[in-house]
T-cell receptor, first 112, second 117 residues
Framework: GQQLNQSPQSMFIQEGEDVSMNCTSSSIFNTWLWYKQDPGEGPVLLIALYKAGELTSNGRLTAQFGITRKDSFLNISASIPSDVGIYFCAGQLNNYGQNFVFGPGTRLSVLP | NAGVTQTPKFRILKIGQSMTLQCAQDMNHNYMYWYRQDPGMGLKLIYYSVGAGITDKGEVPNGYNVSRSTTEDFPLRLELAAPSQTSVYFC????????????????FGSGTRLTVV
């Protein structure tokens, strides 16, 4: 099946630092989603991207749909303690609301 | 607005036992999904449904069954529990993804943590 790779697997940063993480695949996707999962909770959608090259922000979060359609990036500016969690990317091959492929996640820890 | 509700939150099963994980959504979403999440792994799709009466297998369907008799409910059945089914199970729902509706992605429940011993 399709596979997504996320890097880094985990990261420890100081509060206030900026964070960058990415998601890559050997397949072309039509939609990219970024989710955050807090401990003991289900993933929550952060940003949805629908078009190659698209750059979308949600507060301190910015995500981009790669030009090749095989990757996506998520940046978090001025990190705060509540940014701690696992960040998942998910890609979709078609536009009809069916199955997404999820990456293994990037675990973010923010040190005070 | 409750969103996606999963019950139970935790369960311990003995090998060979059966159980049903419940999932209900009140958003009138037509698509519903069951995923499992193993430690350090992404979400793996077990089954999904595009509407009442229609279900289909995902990536890891073996050992599970589903039904979708109503739009709101999508229960997941484990018939003969095995240790390999120890995982966290997430139910999700969505509309179809049309950008002009401003809709995107899934709404997830808070998960059911299942341990099979």
């Amino acid at each position: 099946g399709q596979q997504l790779n996320q890097s880094p697997q985990s990261m420890f940063i100081q509060e206030g630092e900026d964070v960058s993480m990415n998601c890559t695949s050997s397949s072309i996707f039509n939609t990219w989603l970024w989710y955050k999962q807090d401990p003991g909770e289900g993933p929550v959608l952060l940003i949805a991207l629908y078009k190659a090259g698209e750059l979308t922000s949600n507060g301190r979060l910015t995500a981009q749909f790669g030009i090749t359609r095989k990757d996506s990036f998520l940046n978090i500016s001025a990190s705060i303690p509540s940014d701690v969690g696992i960040y998942f990317c998910a890609g979709q091959l078609n536009n009809y609301g069916q199955n997404f492929v999820f990456g293994p996640g990037t675990r973010l820890s923010v040190l005070p | 607005n409750a969103g996606v509700t999963q019950t139970p939150k935790f369960r311990i099963l003995k090998i060979g036992q059966s159980m049903t994980l419940q999932c209900a959504q009140d958003m009138n979403h037509n698509y519903m999904y069951w995923y499992r999440q193993d430690p350090g792994m992404g979400l793996k799709l077990i089954y999904y449904s595009v509407g009442a009466g229609i279900t289909d297998k995902g990536e890891v369907p073996n050992g599970y069954n589903v039904s979708r008799s109503t739009t709101e409910d999508f229960p997941l059945r484990l018939e003969l529990a095995a240790p390999s089914q120890t995982s966290v199970y997430f139910c999700a729902s969505s509309y179809t993804l049309y950008r002009d509706r401003g809709l995107g992605g899934y709404t997830f429940g808070s998960g059911t943590r299942l341990t099979v011993v």
